[in-house]
Every structure is written in structure tokens, then in C-alpha cells.
């Protein structure tokens, strides 16, 4: 089993072409893809690490694959596993429910007791509100292939930096 888990969900594509692209960043037996539509929380028992990444749909809301797989998670999926979360969202379309489903996410985990790394800067975004702002930050690495699709390469960059080292375990020199 790899030792990173990534679940997601996808409605239009996008969250999985975004899935796939963190893959490549890392050794292929460090990794491994998990679409949440197609398999349950158990898989996460195998994982020492986990990456979660969902886009917002409509007025704010979660996936339906998500809110299964959320509707079955416990807190021993997580238990001493460091996640990380990404978002996709349209910070011009949906201004005032800008990434929600990220933030809804983090709450519903929040409440098992999990522990969260890679939370991410609101600086260079446009929005009215977000349920995954926290503290003047965002929960976890924010995306907009709506409008910024142009911005994602460098933001996966900086945020996979960040969060690598955590998920792996492992100390990574500058």
C-alpha cells in the first residue's frame, strides 16, 4: 500500500486532473489515487498519510461521492495520520460560497480529531466569503481553474513543498 492516500472527487473532471497532477510529484510507490466514488474509508486504514481534495458544486456544496464517504469516516481512519486538503472552487461565479465544500470538509474532520497540515494564504484571491477560511487562512491548498487556472502550477509547487515533508515523514533539505 502507498504510503500517501489521495481521495477526491470529481464532478466536471477537474479535481481529478488536479489529483493526478500532485501524483507525478511524488515517487510512484509513495502515492496512490483513490476516486471516492469508487471505494469507502477503509482504503484510508492502509495509508499513513492522507491528501482529501474536492471541488464546491453550485451554492456551496459537496459532492455527492463525498458526503457518502464523509457519512462513514471515523476517527480511526485517521488516527495519527497527518491530511492535507485541497479545494477547487470559482471565486468569480460563486464569490460568496467561494471553496465551502473544503471547509465543510475540515469541519466534519475537525470534529474526529484529525490533524491537519498545509493550511494555505487567502492573499491573490477574490471572494466575498468561504467557509474554508480559517484564522485569515485557508484550509488547505485553494485552486481556481475557472479564473487562476493559470496561477496552479506555481501554487502546487509551493504548497506541495510545504506539505510533502509532513506527509512523508521525512526531513527535506532546502
Not at 107 to 129: I, M, N, T
Amino acid at each position: 500500500m502507498a504510503k500517501i492516500g489521495l481521495f477526491y472527487t470529481t464532478d466536471t473532471g477537474n479535481t481529478r486532473k488536479i489529483a493526478k497532477r500532485i501524483k507525478k510529484q511524488f515517487a510512484e510507490d509513495e502515492i496512490e489515487l483513490f476516486d471516492m466514488a469508487k471505494t469507502t474509508p477503509e482504503a484510508m486504514r492502509g495509508c499513513e498519510a492522507l491528501i482529501i481534495g474536492t471541488p464546491t458544486l453550485g451554492d456551496g456544496e459537496l459532492p455527492d461521492p463525498l458526503t457518502e464517504f464523509l457519512g462513514h469516516v471515523e476517527a480511526s481512519h485517521f488516527e495519527g495520520k497527518p491530511v492535507a486538503l485541497f479545494g477547487l472552487g470559482d471565486q468569480v461565479g460563486y464569490p460568496a460560497e467561494f471553496v465551502d465544500a473544503l471547509g465543510i470538509t475540515y469541519k466534519k474532520l475537525k470534529k474526529l480529531g484529525v490533524r491537519f497540515v498545509g493550511s494555505w494564504p487567502a492573499e491573490g484571491y477574490e471572494f466575498e466569503k468561504s467557509k474554508a477560511l480559517h484564522d485569515g487562512e485557508f484550509v488547505g491548498l485553494v485552486l481556481d481553474q475557472d479564473n487562476q487556472a493559470d496561477l496552479t502550477d506555481e501554487r502546487l509547487e509551493e504548497w506541495l513543498d510545504l506539505v510533502k515533508p509532513e506527509l512523508l515523514g521525512v526531513a527535506v533539505a532546502d
